[in-house]
């Protein structure tokens, strides 16, 4: 019913950039929330970005003033543009949605999101 779709993973040097696209179809209701998670081998996954509408984001510590979130309301699809990229950035991506108020948007669990993507994988190389 709800499909997911990322696109735009691929193989980068440590302190390149790549672009992450989401798009997201099918709804029943709007879903404002969409994210994007990471999951490295052996690690647990983990939240990277939020955004709600558009507008308040949330960033993983990691990542923050590295990676920027956006997103385009009207297609319902969200961009995750990473810069300056390490090592440690290598997982698997990927982008989720769900209808959550904005406080549980910006404060986000995994486990709140109910449609997921199959994932993209991004590998950083030394």
């Known amino acids: 019913q709800v499909q997911v779709v990322e696109s735009g993973g691929g193989s980068v040097r440590a302190g390149g950039s790549l672009r992450l696209s989401c798009a997201a179809s099918g709804y029943k209701y709007d879903n404002a929330c969409m994210g994007w998670f990471r999951q490295a081998p052996g690690k647990e996954r983990e939240v990277v970005a939020t955004?709600?509408?558009?507008?308040?984001?949330y960033y993983h510590d990691s990542v923050k003033g590295r990676f920027t979130i956006s997103q385009d309301n009207a297609k319902n699809t969200v961009h995750l543009d990473m810069n300056s990229l390490k090592t440690e950035d290598t997982a698997m991506y990927y982008c989720?949605?769900?209808?959550?108020?904005?406080?549980?948007?910006?404060?986000?669990?995994?486990?709140?999101?109910?449609?997921w993507g199959r994932g993209t994988q991004v590998t950083v190389s030394s």
């Open positions: 989720a949605t769900e209808n959550l108020s904005p406080y549980y948007c910006v404060n986000p669990r995994d486990r709140y999101f109910g449609f």
């Open positions: 955004i709600y509408s558009g507008g308040d984001t």
